[in-house]
């Protein structure tokens, strides 16, 4: 098959690795839930460079996950669960400060699920939209409600910056490369609720052992 058609972004298959983390007994498989973000992140990239300060990150925590994966101990890397276990029993989780255990699973995986929130709240916003509703509204407003309360104001400005050269409804449905508009809001209905149940898991894990506000 020809490559660029192959490394073409697909929401859909950003949806299949979202599916795919998910188990039957409501665990969540690490490496799906990586894959799904490395399509978000190829995503993102795609709409130009002004979005590469926030990929950064993202790509950075794909990275220290992705070490897990590989690493000795990735026997402990599968779920979500096992990882949280496995963690702390090792005291590798910090609970007040941040020292010198910035590569940990639990943070990192915190961080991404805090942006999983955004996503959830943009794409249902996305999902309901009408033809001239404005992407970089809904993207500021899911943001607000989500991932800003975390960030210190030079992160929530820059954020606000980069909003604004999201393109128009009509060119972000398009790159989605789903099919018709139609199509995209059908797949949305699809995405969300599963966006949202492996968000919901994961929030109820992370609550159950205290660790929704990791430094
Ligand atoms: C379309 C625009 C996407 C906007 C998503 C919200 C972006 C918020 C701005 C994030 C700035 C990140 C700068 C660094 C932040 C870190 O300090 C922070 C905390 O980490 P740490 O180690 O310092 O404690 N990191 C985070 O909060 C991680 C945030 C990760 C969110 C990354 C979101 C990337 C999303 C990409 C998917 C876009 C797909 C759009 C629509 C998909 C349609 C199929």
Avoid at 33 to 53: D, P
Avoid at 60 to 66: L, N, P
Wanted: charge should be negative.
């Amino acid at each position: 098959a020809d490559t660029s058609e192959e490394q073409k972004f697909s929401l859909r298959e950003v949806l299949d690795s979202f599916r795919a983390c998910l188990s039957e007994n409501k665990e969540i498989f690490i490496e799906d839930y990586i894959a799904g973000w490395r399509g978000l992140v190829r995503f993102l990239n795609s709409l130009g460079s002004v979005f590469s300060f926030i990929t950064k990150d993202a790509v950075a925590k794909i990275q220290i996950m992705g070490n897990h994966l590989k690493s000795e101990n990735r026997e402990h890397y599968v779920t979500f669960q096992s990882m949280v276990k496995y963690e702390l029993e090792n005291e590798q989780v910090e609970f007040h400060k941040r020292g010198n255990l910035y590569e940990s699973g639990c943070r990192t995986i915190l961080r991404l699920h805090r942006g999983l929130q955004w996503l959830q709240l943009f794409l249902d916003r996305l999902r309901t939209s009408t033809e001239d509703s404005k992407t970089s509204v809904m993207c500021s407003e899911a943001y607000n409600e989500s991932l800003a309360k975390y960030h210190p104001w030079i992160i929530r400005k820059a954020a606000g910056v980069a909003f604004c050269a999201l393109p128009g409804r009509p060119t972000f449905f398009e790159v989605m490369n789903v099919g018709t508009p139609e199509q995209v809001v059908a797949m949305l209905g699809e995405a969300v609720p599963l966006i949202a149940e492996v968000y919901n898991i994961t929030e109820e894990l992370y609550a159950q052992h205290n660790m929704l506000d990791l430094p």
